[in-house]
């Protein structure tokens, strides 16, 4: 599985690639909210939530338009609690 997190015009995107399955996008309006569910979704849940499905030509074309963070990238920047 494969999570990154995109800037976008208008917020973050959250770009998840379960194994062997379409990419699924999820939008969000906040850099934390993003943060919060690329972690969620890098655990791997059972099921997953109502997205957009992105077929990986489009990914790959769309992938270099944006700053990408990887889930480890995100996890290393994560506060400390």
């Not at 494969?2 to 939008?27: C, F, H, I, M, Q």
């Not at 939530?49 to 990986?56: C, G, Y």
Request: aromatic share 12%; glycine share 4%.
């Amino acid at each position: 599985m494969n999570v990154v997190l995109e800037r976008a015009s208008r917020g973050w995107k959250v770009r998840v690639t379960p194994a062997g399955e379409d990419a699924l996008v999820y939008r969000y309006s906040t850099l934390a909210q993003a943060r919060f569910f690329a972690a969620v979704f890098s655990l791997g849940p059972p099921q997953w939530p109502t997205a957009n499905r992105v077929r990986e030509r489009a990914r790959k074309a769309v992938a270099s338009q944006y700053e990408t963070l990887s889930a480890a990238d995100l996890l290393a920047e994560a506060p400390a609690f």
